[in-house]
Nanobody
Framework: QVQLVESGGGLVQTGDSLRLSCAAS????????MGWFRQAPGKEREFVAA?????????DYADSVKGRFTISRDNARSTVYLLMNNLNPEDTAVYYC???????????????????WGQGTQVTVSS
C-alpha cells in the first residue's frame, strides 16, 4: 500500500532553517504531484507548497511562505523535500506531505485533491 513518511521536524528558534523530507513507497512516485500542508493548534489544515510530477517540477506556494520555503523532489529517491528558511513562530504546526489522488493528477492547493497523506511531523519555532 502507499506510505508517506515525513521526517526532519523539530524545535528551532526564529530565523533558523529546517528541511523536511517525505519518503514515498507503494506508488510510481514520478507520476504523482506532491504537496505540503500544515495544521496549527486550533486551526484548519492549510496549503503550504506543491510540485507537479512533470516539467521538471513546477511549484506553487502559499503567500505566507513564498520566498522562504522551497519544495523540491528527487524522483530517484521517491522523496519530496520542503526547505524552510527564516522560520518564525507563525510557522509552528504539524507538517504533512501528500500525494495526488491518481497518477498524472494536477498540482493543487486543495487538500481534497490529494489521496495519500503522511502522519505528519511537528515543527515548533520559538521566539
Amino acid at each position: 500500500q502507499v506510505q508517506l513518511v515525513e521526517s526532519g521536524g523539530g524545535l528551532v528558534q526564529t530565523g533558523d532553517s529546517l528541511r523536511l523530507s517525505c519518503a514515498a513507497s507503494g506508488l510510481t512516485f514520478s507520476t504523482y504531484p506532491m504537496g505540503w500542508f500544515r495544521q496549527a493548534p486550533g486551526k484548519e489544515r492549510e496549503f503550504v507548497a506543491a510540485i507537479t510530477w512533470y516539467g521538471g517540477g513546477n511549484t506553487d506556494y502559499a503567500d505566507s511562505v513564498k520566498g522562504r520555503f522551497t519544495i523540491s523532489r528527487d524522483n530517484a529517491r521517491s522523496t519530496v523535500y520542503l526547505l524552510m528558511n527564516n522560520l518564525n513562530p507563525e510557522d509552528t504546526a504539524v507538517y504533512y506531505c501528500a500525494a495526488g489522488r491518481y497518477p498524472g493528477s494536477p498540482r493543487d492547493r486543495d487538500a481534497k485533491r490529494y489521496g495519500y497523506w503522511g502522519q505528519g511531523t511537528q515543527v515548533t519555532v520559538s521566539s
